[in-house]
């Protein structure tokens, strides 16, 4: 099992710029999440998923949009990038969020830096 | 709402013990710990789901006061390998809400 996946690892991007970051899992995880990283601020909730279909917002939304048509893929797409979105970015899953004694799967992580 | 973490930083020798905070202002339906070394993704540590339930991973555990919306992660005997940054997370709902983490650094 190759767990969560993401990628590219590093990306530059210029202002106004779109992209989109990509998670993948193979763990047949029902919730998926992407949070961003930023130093003295821990791990931030953008957007979650909690199944194929549905997704909603997290703590700090504004300026990324999320999909999630398989169970396996939930995208990241940063709509018209600006330097406050220079972070790392993790995707994680669970099993369940509701079901009791599941923890979260973290991708290794984006770093991004937007100039 | 994220959690409070505290200390922020805690500095060991190899052998000692160290305690970590996590307090919420909403009632909790679990609480997570997480492990994360410079440069890599946090790592899973343990979980717990209902109030003085305390679990254990190595020589590292934990203890989950439900009435004060509490938790604390013990290192015992705390090794280098103990080094990182330790979150934790509290649940609300679907959205799990970390902390902002307490930098431990192990020194022999």
């Not at chain 1, 709509?79 to 973290?106: D, K, N, R, W």
């Not at chain 2, 390998?81 to 431990?104: E, H, I, N, P, W």
Request: proline residues 4%; glycine residues 10%; charged residues 15%.
């Amino acid at each position: 099992n190759a767990g969560v996946t993401q990628t590219p690892k590093f990306q530059v991007l210029k202002t106004g710029q779109s992209m989109t970051l990509q998670c993948a899992q193979d763990m047949n995880h029902e919730y998926m999440s992407w949070y961003r990283q930023d130093p003295g601020m821990g791990l931030r909730l953008i957007h979650y998923s909690v199944g194929a279909g549905i997704t909603d917002q997290g703590e700090v939304p504004n300026g990324y949009n999320v999909s999630r048509s398989t169970t396996e893929d939930f995208p990241l797409r940063l709509l018209s990038a600006a330097p406050s979105q220079t972070s790392v970015y993790f995707c994680a899953s669970s099993y369940s969020i509701l079901e009791p004694g599941y923890g979260y799967t973290f991708g290794s992580g984006t770093r991004l830096t937007v100039v | 709402q994220q959690p409070v973490q505290s200390p922020q930083a805690v500095i060991l020798r190899e052998g000692e013990d160290a305690v970590i905070n996590c307090s919420s202002s909403k009632a909790l339906y679990s609480v997570h710990w997480y492990r994360q070394k410079h440069g890599e993704a946090p790592v899973f540590l343990m979980i717990l789901l209902k109030g003085g339930e305390q679990k254990g991973h190595e020589k590292i555990s934990a203890s989950f006061n439900e009435k004060k919306q509490q938790s604390s992660l013990y290192l015992t005997a705390s090794q280098l390998s103990y080094s990182g940054t330790y979150f934790c997370g509290t649940r609300v709902d679907y959205k799990l809400s970390f902390g902002a983490g307490t930098t431990v650094t192990v020194r022999a």
